[in-house]
């Protein structure tokens, strides 16, 4: 199994502004995944995460939105760019091995005022 | 898209009590994954069904796989109070190993 810490655990923002998320994993792994789960709501996925290239985007996720970065195998970022109230939501990082099951982050929980 | 549809959406039992949650696609899925998430808590992986009619036990949960793999069911027997949270039922797609997630079934148990 991996074991996944993110950064912050949970932050209140002022709309427009941005916050970067840290996800750091335990071992090196070969997908890494970013979530977002609102209030009472399932997840879903924002994209993936790939090391060494652009990360692959959802459908009504962009990257202007959403920026993702990843530099090596343990480490990824996601960035909510000029925030709005509907982007309260909890963000949660995940990670894997193909085939496999998914370990996930304790999540993000976001609150913009 | 593939979309994973999953009931009831909430339960209240009393302790001791059966329940089960059901995912059904109108496609066939290439394999299921149930994952639970405690209140305030983050996803955790439960099991992984990949063959048609599968069935498989953990302790009080058992977890089966439609003979046409369009759905699939998760029971607890007898339950308990550290049952309570939400249970996901999830594809991992084949293509990009990412998970579509049912909606989940919130379970609350009565002591």
């Known amino acids: 199994s991996a074991v996944i810490s993110q950064k912050p655990s949970r932050d209140i923002c002022q709309r427009g502004t941005s916050l970067t998320i840290q996800c750091q994993v335990d071992?090196?792994?070969?997908?890494m995944f970013w979530y977002r789960q609102q209030p009472g709501q399932s997840l879903t996925l924002i994209a993936t995460?790939?090391?060494?290239?652009?990360?692959?985007?959802e459908s009504g996720f962009v990257i202007d939105k959403f920026p993702i970065s990843r530099p090596n195998l343990t480490f990824s970022t996601l960035t909510v760019s000029n925030m709005s109230p509907e982007d309260s939501s909890i963000y949660l990082c995940?990670?894997?091995?193909?085939?496999?099951?998914?370990?996930f982050g304790p999540g993000t929980r976001l609150t913009v005022l | 898209g593939q979309q994973v549809m999953q009931i009831p959406q909430y339960q209240h039992v009393q302790e001791g009590e059966d329940f089960t949650t059901y995912c059904n696609s109108s496609?066939?899925?290439?394999?299921i994954q149930w994952y639970k998430q405690r209140p305030g808590g983050h996803p955790v992986f439960l099991i992984q069904l990949v063959k048609s009619g599968e069935v498989k036990k953990q302790k009080r949960l058992t977890f089966q796989f439609g003979e046409a793999k369009k759905n699939s069911s998760l029971h607890i027997t007898a339950t308990q109070t550290t049952d309570v949270g939400t249970y996901f039922c999830a594809e991992r797609m084949e293509y990009g190993n990412k998970l579509v997630f049912g909606a989940g079934t919130i379970l609350r148990v009565k002591s």
């Open positions: 496609t066939t899925l290439s394999n």
């Open positions: 995460a790939n090391q060494g290239s652009e990360a692959t985007y």
């Open positions: 071992s090196q792994v070969t997908m």
């Open positions: 995940s990670s894997g091995r193909i085939y496999n099951e998914q370990f």
